[in-house]
Every structure is written in C-alpha cells, then in structure tokens.
Nanobody
Framework: QVQLVESGGGLVQDAGSLRLSCAAS????????MGWFRQTSGKARDFVAV????????SYSDSVKGRFTISRDNIKNTVYLQMNNLQPEDTALYYC????????????????WGQGTQVTVSS
C-alpha cells in the first residue's frame, strides 16, 4: 500500500531553518504531484507548496514564498521542504501528500497523506 513518511520536524528558534523530508513507497513516485500542507489545532489544513512530477513546476502559498523551497529526488522517492527564516506563525503539523493528475493547492484533491511531522518555532 502507499506510504508517505515525513521526518525532520522539531523545535527551532525564530529565524531558524529546518528541512522536512517525505519518503514515499507503494506508488510510482515520479508520476505524482507532491504537496506540503500544514495544520494547527482547530483549523483547516492549509496549502504550503507543491511540485510537479518532474520537478519543473512549483507553487507556494503567499505566506511562505521566498522562505520555503520544495524539491524532490525521484531516485530516492523523496520530497523535501527547506524552510528558512522560520517564524512563530509557521508552527504547525506539516503533512506531505500525493496527487496523480494535476497540480492543486486543495487538500481534498490529494489521495494519499502522511502522518505529519511537528514544527514548532519559538520566539
């Protein structure tokens, strides 16, 4: 079955950096659009970034543009989220997700999800 496993979260100080990883198995990774989303308690899951199967197209939410970078390694079946200049408002549970057909910023359009990795930014 399809498995997405996130890692790399943790506690970081204001303006610090983290790199999240999401290892995929059970699917032809190089054919899937991969997205990162985040969620805080009591709120909806928000789009963060998405990357096309070949890595040539990316899209970011306005709140992270210029600070976060999504990338992928189709040999390692892994998608990454490099997060720089982290702010307290970036604190959330971060999920990766996979979608087959087209790029999308809507979480309901993603078929497969990981369990999430917590990112906490202290001020």
């Amino acid at each position: 079955q399809v498995q997405l496993v996130e890692s790399g979260g943790g506690l970081v100080q204001d303006a610090g950096s983290l790199r999240l990883s999401c290892a995929a198995s059970g699917l032809t990774f190089s054919r899937y659009y991969m997205g990162w989303f985040r969620q805080t308690s009591g709120k909806a899951r928000d789009f963060v970034a998405v990357i096309s199967p070949g890595g040539g197209d990316t899209s970011y939410s306005d709140s992270v543009k210029g600070r976060f970078t999504i990338s992928r390694d189709n040999i390692k079946n892994t998608v990454y989220l490099q997060m720089n200049n982290l702010q307290p408002e970036d604190t959330a549970l971060y999920y990766c997700a996979a979608r087959y057909t087209s790029i999308s910023t809507s979480p309901e359009r993603y078929a497969y999800w990981g369990q999430g990795t917590q990112v906490t930014v202290s001020s």
